[in-house]
């Protein structure tokens, strides 16, 4: 049963970083694309940024040049590096693994102004 893991999330002021942690079980890890999403209060969950098993990266527009997504195999770890946040930023942020369908349990993350 595979199952993930979020940590890092909190409270920051805008103009501030934080940085996301998804840590998986199990080996598949190493050749699942995984993808982070996050869903704000009264809105549909989007998709923020991707990462292949090979690294290549994806992004939402609305996180481009600001966000960054990576991942450590040996550690069945992916990241979420969000910099310069933004109120609008606020939400419940998940990570996925792909290839499951696997869903971690949420770490919220709070922009203020």
């Known amino acids: 049963q595979v199952q993930l893991v979020e940590s890092g999330g909190g409270l920051v002021q805008a103009g501030g970083s934080l940085r996301l942690s998804c840590a998986a079980s199990?080996?598949?890890?190493?050749?699942?694309?995984m993808d982070w999403y996050r869903q704000a209060p009264g809105k549909q969950r989007e998709l923020v940024a991707t990462?292949?098993?090979?690294?290549?990266?994806n992004y939402a527009d609305s996180v481009k040049g600001r966000f960054t997504i990576s991942r450590d195999n040996a550690k069945n770890t992916v990241y979420l590096q969000m910099n310069s946040l933004k109120p609008e930023d606020t939400a419940v942020y998940y990570c996925?693994?792909?290839?499951?369908?696997?869903w971690g349990q949420g770490t919220q993350v709070t922009v203020s102004s």
């Open positions: 996925r693994m792909v290839v499951y369908d696997r």
């Open positions: 199990g080996s598949i890890f190493k050749i699942s694309t």
């Open positions: 990462i292949t098993s090979i690294g290549t990266t």
